[in-house]
């Protein structure tokens, strides 16, 4: 007699083969994804997209769609040594971060963002959304009509230990805000924006600001609805000293660095010193 075996007693539901396979729950790029843009795709909610040192330019790290997942982008080593370069102007426009709305949980930790050309907040142009920005460092992005890294609409995002240097726009010159937003700006240097002030507010917005150095903002630093803020919460408007406009760690008499502000800690995102 023959005997035919069709299969064993496991139900579908037990058999391994018929489960998706796992997705990983962090993302190396560029060894594992080629892209920041290939390493979001591949994770899903509250994953992580760990970044090498180096410089990202180009399709896949500029215009950067988080698909509405809650991601935290993280670099290996900080701002000074990882860098994207969004390469924007105005005959070609190009963001940081796209479609940048509603989720929750967001992170950027340890970036330096250049290069974002666009009408507003070509860095960041974020509504309904509140995602932690640390450690970054924004500089020479540029928008045409307001926010020239950042602009928010009913939204309150928190900037911790960031660095905004020689952005640009008409209004805003490095932050604008709209109705509804509240964002916390701890730890943080606003210097050099060409065009309106270094935060400026539409209606209804009310920043908060501690241990924060505005300065040399060609639209104005501590003005308008962050007038009353300077002085208080170690609130500072002294120029940074940074090593050079291009290089933006500090001088060793920086009222940035821990021993020479009231906070005893370091403003901006760059700890080393160029001395």
Same mark, same amino acid.
Request: with cysteine.
């Given at each position: 007699?023959?005997?035919?075996?069709?299969?064993?007693?496991?139900?579908?539901?037990?058999?391994?083969?018929?489960?998706?396979?796992?997705?990983?729950?962090?993302?190396?790029?560029?060894?594992?994804?080629?892209?920041?843009?290939?390493?979001?795709?591949?994770?899903?909610?509250?994953?992580?997209?760990?970044?090498?040192?180096?410089?990202?330019?180009?399709?896949?790290?500029?215009?950067?769609?988080?698909?509405?997942?809650?991601?935290?982008?993280?670099?290996?080593?900080?701002?000074?040594?990882?860098?994207?370069?969004?390469?924007?102007?105005?005959?070609?426009?190009?963001?940081?971060?796209?479609?940048?709305?509603?989720?929750?949980?967001?992170?950027?930790?340890?970036?330096?963002?250049?290069?974002?050309? %666009?009408?507003?907040?070509?860095?960041?142009?974020?509504?309904?959304?509140?995602?932690?920005?640390?450690?970054?460092?924004?500089?020479?992005?540029?928008?045409?009509?307001?926010?020239?890294?950042?602009?928010?609409?009913?939204?309150?995002?928190?900037?911790?230990?960031?660095?905004?240097?020689?952005?640009?726009?008409?209004? %805003?010159?490095?932050?604008?805000?709209?109705?509804?937003?509240?964002?916390?700006?701890?730890?943080?240097?606003?210097?050099?924006?060409?065009?309106?002030?270094?935060?400026?507010?539409?209606?209804?917005?009310?920043?908060?600001?501690?241990?924060?150095?505005?300065?040399?903002?060609?639209?104005?630093?501590?003005?308008?609805?962050?007038?009353?803020?300077?002085?208080?919460? %170690?609130?500072?408007?002294?120029?940074?000293?940074?090593?050079?406009?291009?290089?933006?760690?500090?001088?060793?008499?920086?009222?940035?660095?821990?021993?020479?502000?009231?906070?005893?800690?370091?403003?901006?995102?760059?700890?080393?010193?160029?001395?």
């Amino acid at each position: 007699m023959i005997m035919l075996v069709i299969g064993c007693s496991e139900s579908p539901t037990d058999n391994q083969d018929n489960q998706q396979p796992d997705r990983p729950s962090l993302v190396r790029v560029p060894s594992e994804a080629a892209t920041i843009q290939e390493g979001i795709d591949l994770i899903e909610n509250n994953d992580t997209v760990l970044v090498a040192d180096g410089l990202y330019t180009g399709s896949g790290n500029r215009d950067i769609d988080l698909g509405g997942k809650s991601v935290v982008l993280l670099s290996e080593n900080g701002p000074l040594k990882t860098v994207i370069d969004c390469g924007g102007s105005e005959s070609a426009p190009h963001f940081a971060f796209t479609g940048f709305g509603g989720e929750a949980g967001n992170v950027i930790d340890g970036f330096t963002i250049s290069g974002a050309y %666009g009408a507003q907040g070509p860095v960041l142009n974020l509504k309904f959304t509140s995602p932690v920005i640390r450690n970054c460092i924004l500089v020479d992005n540029v928008a045409t009509v307001s926010g020239g890294a950042i602009r928010c609409k009913n939204a309150s995002p928190t900037f911790l230990n960031c660095t905004f240097i020689n952005n640009t726009a008409p209004i %805003g010159g490095a932050v604008y805000l709209l109705t509804g937003s509240e964002p916390n700006f701890t730890n943080c240097i606003i210097a050099f924006s060409s065009g309106g002030g270094a935060i400026e507010s539409f209606t209804s917005s009310f920043p908060t600001l501690v241990c924060s150095d505005l300065f040399g903002n060609v639209g104005g630093d501590w003005t308008g609805v962050i007038a009353a803020q300077l002085g208080s919460n %170690g609130n500072i408007s002294l120029d940074p000293l940074f090593c050079e406009l291009s290089d933006h760690r500090l001088n060793s008499d920086s009222p940035c660095l821990p021993t020479n502000n009231s906070c005893g800690i370091v403003i901006g995102a760059a700890e080393a010193t160029c001395d």
